[in-house]
Structure formats: structure tokens, C-alpha cells
């Protein structure tokens, strides 16, 4: 069973986010709670954890814009 990894609502107004970069490799072990990604907001750089551990699967490329809720990575 995979863990989907969405990008999250950061603020009211918010409907995209640039994900700056990934803290893991694709194909390395993670653990909850675990820094996962970087999401760059207008004036902050915010870090996400892992919702839960597991093998990561990068599916979104860093550096681009992306809506909220889109899928970029998953836990398998």
C-alpha cells in the first residue's frame, strides 16, 4: 500500500506553491516525521515531513509551480 504525498494548503489564498527541492533521494528509506521536501512561498521557504516512512517515489520535478493538492511523491 502506497502513501500519497499531495502538496498541502499553506495559507488562505494559496491555490499554487513552487516545490523547491527534495530532502531524500528517490529509492531511500524515510521516516515519519522525517524532512521530506522544501515548498518556496512567496516571501518563506517552508519544510515538509514525511506522513509516514517507507520508500520514497518522486513523481514532480523541483523547481516547478504546482497546484495545491497535486500529487508529488508517494511512500511505498
Same mark, same amino acid.
Given at each position: 500500500?502506497? !502513501? ?16 523547491? @527541492? ?5 529509492? #531511500?528509506?524515510? @521516516? ?16 515538509? @515531513?514525511?506522513? #509516514? #516512512?517507507?520508500?520514497?517515489? !518522486? ?7 504546482? @497546484?495545491?493538492?497535486?500529487? !508529488?511523491?508517494? !511512500?511505498?
Amino acid at each position: 500500500m502506497s !502513501i500519497e504525498v499531495r502538496l498541502p494548503p499553506v495559507g488562505f489564498s494559496t491555490r499554487k506553491v513552487m516545490l523547491a @527541492e527534495f530532502l531524500v533521494a528517490d529509492g #531511500a528509506t524515510v @521516516e515519519k516525521g522525517q524532512p521530506l521536501y522544501m515548498l518556496e512561498l512567496d516571501k518563506t521557504v517552508q519544510e515538509m @515531513e514525511a506522513p #509516514a #516512512a517507507g520508500t520514497l517515489r !518522486i513523481l514532480a520535478k523541483p523547481g516547478k509551480v504546482y @497546484e495545491v493538492g497535486t500529487l !508529488i511523491c508517494e !511512500i511505498v
